[in-house]
């Protein structure tokens, strides 16, 4: 089908809806409107497996399900079972549920360089959290950041570094500084500039893959520089600071304990979250005893508020959180989504050569977090490339902000998805001979998720 024949009048409809009532039309900047085409962002019925429908009856293949959260696929019974188990037994109480003692044994069996766990909601409430607790323990204020990733928490503390910095106070942004990924030498001169004042370095434990669904790619590495996680721990112990690593992304995906399980280099704290719950709504804190504990009962320190939320320990997400470890560790998840990733890359790769623009668009990453660069005739990143793409994949039936796969991927949706790729690279090489997208795009082009004006 032509991109000009996919019509979506009832998500048109519904996205204004949205916008009217919720601002900027979705409870998550990257799944707005402003992501895709114009007049081409479908709004979700539901989802099974690999494949979401929206309300027009139009089924697609998915990728980066719900923003890599969802890695078993949607709508997965043995997550369902378990959390249909706790449904009918209630969902929340004034004390502790026996759930709880088991999800955090669970969590910690299997992420074994953890030695307590606190869950919460959401990432950026446990990033918060670590940040919190390495300023309490260090009695310092600075937090330094690895600014070659995207996203750490949507408090002051990261949001004012953004461009979408309005609402937080000056003195607050003062207070984080940056790193560059990979480089020892930067990030020594760093502390050394600010001795005794950085109380932590967080970051993602791998190179920067992605800034955010339709937001110019960079640099991406997808893997450890050898040597470099080594070296920050080094560095961290040497200058008293507490090591940070955020596995929202690479917890499960790079190894069912994350990249520190699949690299063996141990931070004082680290987060997790997406994958954690397949689609229901939990994160954890982990850490060292000695740190974890300045948040509980058993020390007599000063108290660190540490994490406190009503909904944390929800019964039903805490069990949809150990059947997802469970499904990892007994079915091998992390290799099919690693074997699934590679085919699929290797379709994409093949494809995008064959038809001339294997320069201008570019798969990179792990193969289990694949992303795509669309560059432009100069080899520019492009957001108007990236709109006549996600024009063409939207036409063919996939529904790709990103290449990750989850396991309910099958080799006929990665062949599916290679061939509409292959009809949409050779529009993208009429618009690099033309040298102009414009005639393909139908529409303002797709914008970057972070920006200062709306």
């Known amino acids: 089908m032509d991109a000009e024949e996919l019509l979506l009048p009832r998500s048109q409809l519904a996205n204004e809806r949205l916008h009217a009532m919720i601002p900027g039309g979705a409870h998550t900047y990257a799944k707005g409107d402003d992501q895709y085409p114009e007049n081409l962002a479908p709004v979700i019925s539901h989802g099974r497996g690999a494949h979401v429908w929206d309300i027009d009856d139009n089924r697609y293949i998915e990728y980066g399900s719900g923003l890599r959260s969802v890695s078993l696929g949607h709508a997965h019974p043995r997550v369902l079972e378990a959390v249909r188990r706790e449904l009918d037994r209630g969902s929340n109480f004034v004390r502790p549920s026996i759930v709880e003692v088991e999800a955090a044994e669970r969590f910690l069996a299997t992420v ?6 606190k869950f919460a909601k959401n990432g950026s409430d446990v990033t918060t959290a670590a940040v919190r607790l390495a300023r309490a323990v260090t009695g310092r204020t600075r937090v330094a950041i690895c600014g070659d990733h995207p996203f750490f928490s949507v408090d002051d503390w990261f949001i004012g570094t953004s461009p979408m910095s309005a609402g937080v106070p000056a003195a607050t942004t003062e207070l984080t500084v940056a790193f560059p990924y990979g480089d020892l030498a930067a990030t020594e001169e760093l502390l050394t500039r600010y001795q005794d004042e950085v109380a932590c370095l967080i970051l993602e434990p791998v190179g920067h893959t992605e800034p955010f669904p339709g937001s110019p790619l960079r640099s991406s590495r997808g893997h450890s520089t050898p040597g470099y996680l080594a070296g920050l721990r080094e560095l961290a112990d040497r200058h008293g600071c507490v090591l940070i690593f955020d596995e929202m992304i690479t917890g499960l995906r790079w190894s069912e304990a994350g990249a520190q399980g699949l690299y063996g280099v141990v931070p004082d704290l680290s987060t997790f979250g997406k994958a954690l719950g ?49 499904t990892y560790v007994e079915e091998g998840i992390t290799a099919q989504l690693h074997a699934l990733g590679e085919r699929l890359a290797a379709g994409v790769r093949e494809a995008a050569a064959s038809m001339g623009v294997g320069d201008h668009i570019v798969v990179r990453g792990r193969a289990s977090n694949l992303v795509f660069a669309t560059l432009d005739e100069n080899g520019q990143p492009s957001q108007q490339y990236r709109t006549l793409f996600l024009r ?31 009809q949409a690279c050779a529009v993208y090489r009429k618009a690099l001979d033309a040298a102009d997208p414009t005639p393909w795009l139908a529409g303002r082009p797709v914008k970057p998720v972070f920006r200062r004006l709306a």
């Open 392 to 422: 063409r994949l939207l036409a063919g039936g996939v529904l790709a902000p990103s290449f990750v796969v989850s396991s309910a991927i099958d080799d006929a949706d990665i062949d599916r998805t290679v061939d509409v790729v292959a």
């Open 112 to 117: 074994p360089t953890a030695d307590m766990v």
């Open 278 to 326: 397949n689609g229901f709504a939990v994160s954890a804190l982990a850490g060292r005893r000695d740190l974890m504990e300045r948040g509980g009962l058993r020390h007599s320190s000063e108290r660190v508020f540490l994490l406190s939320t009503t909904h944390g320990a929800e019964t039903h997400s805490l069990a949809a959180a150990m059947a997802v470890l469970t």
